[in-house]
């Protein structure tokens, strides 16, 4: 069974850093599996912020700040998170497919997913 676990989230405060990992197991591919990170915060939609396969991809409001990466030749995906603002509180979730399509704002289109990490940022 597939599975993906999620860590890494906490408290920080504005302007702080967290690193956040995502580990794909059950699968003889999960090392190449295409991993995005989403998050979702009270009142609003879940969206995707970062996303790992041929290349990496970002939404505008975490790129320069959040860099996603992947262990070389390993299941482990990481999301540094830098520069932490307010409004990046949620809890935030990876999500995997054996495809290659980015697609930030239909987190259905993704089949599996790891539990969620909470992340807080204060002022």
């Known amino acids: 069974q597939v599975q993906l676990v999620a860590s890494g989230g906490g408290s920080v405060h504005a302007g702080g850093s967290l690193r956040l990992s995502c580990v794909a197991s059950?699968?003889?591919?999960?090392?190449?599996?295409?991993i995005v990170w989403f998050r979702h915060a009270p009142g609003k939609d879940r969206e995707g912020v970062a996303a790992?396969?041929?290349?990496?991809q970002y939404v505008e409001s975490v790129r320069r700040r959040f860099t996603i990466s992947r262990e070389n030749g390993k299941n482990t995906v990481f999301l540094q998170m830098n520069s932490l603002k307010p409004e990046d509180t949620a809890m935030y979730y990876c999500?995997?497919?054996?495809?290659?399509?980015?697609?930030?704002?239909?987190?259905?289109?993704?089949?599996?997913w790891g539990q969620g990490t909470q992340v807080t940022v204060s002022s």
């Open positions: 059950g699968h003889p591919d999960s090392s190449n599996f295409f």
């Open positions: 999500a995997a497919d054996t495809g290659g399509v980015w697609s930030p704002l239909r987190p259905n289109q993704y089949p599996i």
């Open positions: 790992i396969g041929a290349i990496t």
